[in-house]
């Protein structure tokens, strides 16, 4: 089992910037990835940046060059995900879902970004 918890989500306006964070804990070796998914209203959930456990990551084209997705692990039993979001737009609101993939999927609860013009 894995578990996740966010934080950094908020407010903030067109231009800005604003750093979500996952806490992994758990059975964090099984992890082969993690990453952020986002799901605005009467959207379907989307993903937004990943990274494998050999640091390879992968950006949706509507982030690319503007969010950087990172990993720290701190010994066997904690490893956390960032996401490092500068030039934030408008289109980016949404609930920001971490994701860590073992043998299934495991979600954090969301955390909200609202990004105003």
């Known amino acids: 089992q894995v578990q996740l918890v966010e934080s950094g989500g908020g407010l903030v306006q067109a231009g800005g910037s604003l750093r979500l964070s996952c806490a992994a804990s758990g059975s964090i070796f099984t992890i082969n990835r993690m990453g952020w998914y986002r799901q605005a209203p009467g959207n379907q959930r989307e993903l937004v940046a990943q990274?494998?456990?050999?640091?390879?990551?992968?950006?949706?084209d509507s982030v690319k060059g503007r969010f950087t997705i990172s990993t720290i692990s701190r010994d066997n039993a904690k490893k956390t995900v960032y996401l490092q979001m500068n030039s934030l737009k408008p289109e980016d609101t949404a609930v920001y879902y971490c994701?860590?993939?073992?043998?299934?999927?495991?979600w954090g609860q969301g955390t909200q970004v609202t990004v105003s013009s």
């Open positions: 994701n860590a993939q073992t043998w299934t999927n495991f």
């Open positions: 990274i494998t456990r050999d640091g390879m990551s992968n950006y949706a």
